[in-house]
């Protein structure tokens, strides 16, 4: 074997089947619904790209030369504006950093950060599959775990800590004490928490906080990252759109290995984000269809034998009958319905079925029609 195959089957070595494409005899099935699909299944936004930021691209467009990996002085002090003026955390412009989208980081940090065969991260036990692939793809071992006092009786030390709350995809809450908690072990056992903030915008019956705050933080960020999305606040998953913040150490660390890297996010991307901060009105706009679609759909599912876990927060909700997720996504699909199931997020949730709100109106009225 060459060592060019060696490396190439190296770097994907052990990673599963992308999940989505698990689905492919339900999306037939769905598809060939009368009346078409109504694909749920993903959190890919549907609805349109504010003004605001779409005028901040064309303003943009002439940009020539290399973007700075650690975004222009303005983009960095937009974070910071927003961080202080949405989450209540005080964070220096220069302990913020754009990513090419959240999940970019998501896949990448126990790679940037030097992790390999001797740590252990740990992320939550119903997860979004990134954490788990980015896991392997450093060469770290990965464990999911909830309850972190657990890995003390189990002598695990991990290196990072990965939080999700809001969830993906329960979308389950945690309370600042236990934010707070969990901050505090990771800190007495020498751990870096990765905390995944993407959908802390839109809470229903919970509202989020940030690891940044007070609160949970302390009087320091150190050895705390706090991962943000405009993917969902602002309809700008096609542009690639996130930020981290926090200890500005780390921060500073993951900058250095981002220049050698080229993890450049587009000058005209880094201007909308700087507009799109500073804007408010869209985000409550777009707050208000998703509440519009849950309101209507969560009591067809109920209606239809479900029961809705969690789901405080976020863009999903989170459904069971008791049931293999697998044998509930083929009920849903030979009813024209596509959903994540349960096993894409781990062992803990096999008998869950996610349910997106980012389908259209006319979609999601569909759904709430076949379902009753």
């Not at 009786?153 to 908690?181: H, I, K, Q």
């Not at 706009?285 to 599912?301: G, M, N, S, W």
């Amino acid at each position: 074997m060459s060592s060019t195959t060696s490396a190439r089957r190296g770097l994907g070595a052990g990673l599963p089947d992308f999940p989505w494409d698990t689905l492919a005899t339900a999306r037939a099935t769905a598809f060939a619904y009368p009346g078409g699909v109504v694909d749920l299944s993903i959190g890919t936004p549907v609805d349109p790209t504010p003004e605001v930021a779409q005028r901040a691209l064309s303003a943009g467009a002439d940009s020539p030369g290399y973007p700075l990996t650690s975004g222009t002085p303005a983009l960095r002090q937009a974070f910071s504006d927003y961080l202080d003026r949405r989450w209540g955390a005080t964070v220096l412009p220069e302990a913020t950093l754009p990513l090419i989208g959240s999940k970019e980081l998501v896949a990448w940090l126990p790679t940037l950060l030097g992790l390999g065969p001797d740590d252990v991260v740990v992320y939550p036990e119903a997860a979004y599959p990134t954490y788990e692939a980015g896991v392997q793809v450093s060469g770290a071992r990965g464990v999911a775990c909830d309850d972190l006092t657990r890995l003390d009786a189990e002598g695990v030390r991990p290196a990072l800590v990965w939080l999700n709350s809001p969830s993906n995809p329960t979308g389950e809450v945690l309370a600042p004490s236990v934010l707070a908690e969990r901050v505090a072990w990771a800190r007495a056992h020498g751990a870096i928490v990765a905390s995944d903030e993407c959908y802390g915008e839109f809470g229903w019956e919970a509202d989020p906080v940030s690891v940044l705050h007070p609160d949970v933080a302390g009087d320091s960020h150190d050895g705390l990252l706090a991962l943000f999305s405009l993917s969902k606040r602002s309809n700008l998953a096609g542009y690639r759109a996130g930020f981290v913040a926090g200890d500005p150490a780390l921060v500073g660390e993951l900058l250095e290995v981002r220049k050698h890297l080229g993890m450049l996010v587009p000058r005209p991307v880094q201007d909308v984000m700087v507009a799109v901060l500073a804007d408010t009105a869209h985000v409550e706009v777009q707050r208000e269809r998703y509440a519009d679609r849950r309101a209507r759909l969560r009591p067809a599912l109920e209606a239809a034998g479900f029961r809705i876990d969690h789901s405080e927060a976020g863009l999903y909700l989170w459904a069971t009958r008791g049931e293999d997720s697998r044998t509930t996504l083929a009920w849903l699909a030979e009813r024209g319905i596509l959903v994540a199931p349960g096993d894409f997020y781990g062992a803990a949730a096999r008998q869950h079925v996610r349910f997106a709100l980012t389908a259209t109106d006319e979609r999601v009225d569909a759904a709430v029609h076949r379902l009753t």
